[in-house]
């Protein structure tokens, strides 16, 4: 019977899953060999719920940030508070914030997933849908609109990377948006080709928060010094990758995402394919999946 879960584990032959429902629903770390290949979180984290510990958590009903804490769409207008001090704006939606339901339904499979009715701005029901097989964990997600007027969504996953000296970057992209002024993204260009990562590449030296847009659905990352690496494959509705990288902290963070940043913000974001934002009528369902590939080097 599905309950909320402190903690799951799914094991597959080298492979190894921790999942928090109770911390955002989120992947709590991830091995191959025993080493790992996401940030794990940390029992001090654990023992608080912060989710901003975590390997990994889920971006619903949109992913990153919501500009003045307020978009309209199609005439209404729709506010949100700020989630995330000291940001000043709402950040990567509601569900990340909140206890999820859990059901493990065999060794290397397990179901998340969360109930949301706010009638003054998102109602839906989201499921994660987890399955560890030897060689990969693949991760199916579900949003449903349970309001009852059409919705503008968008969904994705944070993981968070140890940044090791050595690591190196590598996933294709076609565009990229310009940072604005408090963290917001704004207007596309090409792919400027000192900030690509379409072949293989260390850590930018400097800070650097940039959604990249026309993603391929593959980012490699190795880390040499552990002896592993990871691949990222995410399917079409995953148009884009949000990279964050700090050289003052130790993490950096690839995050593979529906709709671009900024999107619900900008004048033609609901209309633009290429902003990715997913308008659903009541009772529609969009999904999407991601796999992650550990490797051993």
Avoid at 156 to 179: C, I, K, M, Q, Y
Avoid at 276 to 289: D, H, K, N, Q, Y
């Amino acid at each position: 019977m599905a309950a909320i879960s402190e903690h799951l584990e799914l094991r597959a032959g080298p492979l190894a899953v921790d999942l928090a429902p109770h911390i955002g629903g989120s992947i709590a770390g991830f091995r191959i060999d025993g080493i790992d290949v996401m940030r794990p979180l940390s029992d001090a984290n654990r023992q608080a719920g912060n989710v901003l510990g975590v390997a990994s958590f889920p971006m619903i009903p949109f992913a990153n940030r919501i500009g003045g804490n307020a978009f309209t769409f199609e005439g209404q207008r729709y506010g949100f508070a700020a989630n995330n001090p000291p940001e000043i704006y709402h950040v990567h939606g509601t569900a990340w914030h909140r206890p999820w339901t859990a059901e493990q339904l065999a060794p290397g499979q397990a179901v998340l997933t969360l109930e949301v009715a706010d009638p003054s701005s998102y109602s839906y029901r989201a499921e994660q849908r987890f399955t560890l097989t030897e060689t990969a964990l693949e991760l199916a997600t579900r949003v449903t609109n349970t309001s009852e007027r059409r919705m503008p969504f968008g969904f994705g996953h944070h993981p968070w990377f140890d940044r090791d000296a050595d690591t190196t970057v590598e996933f294709g992209a076609t565009s990229f948006h310009l940072n604005e002024p408090e963290g917001m993204i704004g207007q596309r260009v090409s792919l400027p080709p000192e900030v690509s990562f379409n072949t293989a590449a260390p850590l930018p030296i400097h800070w650097r928060c940039s959604d990249y847009g026309g993603w391929d659905g593959k980012a490699k990352l190795r880390f040499p010094g552990r002896g592993a690496g990871i691949t990222m494959r995410g399917d079409a509705p995953y148009r884009h990758v949000m990279f964050y990288a700090d050289p003052a902290l130790n993490v950096f963070c690839v995050e593979p995402q529906t709709n671009a940043s900024g999107a619900f913000n900008r004048p033609d974001g609901f209309g633009d394919p290429e902003d990715g934002v997913i308008v659903l009528e009541p009772g529609e369902s969009a999904e999407g999946t991601l796999r992650f590939e550990p490797f051993r080097i």
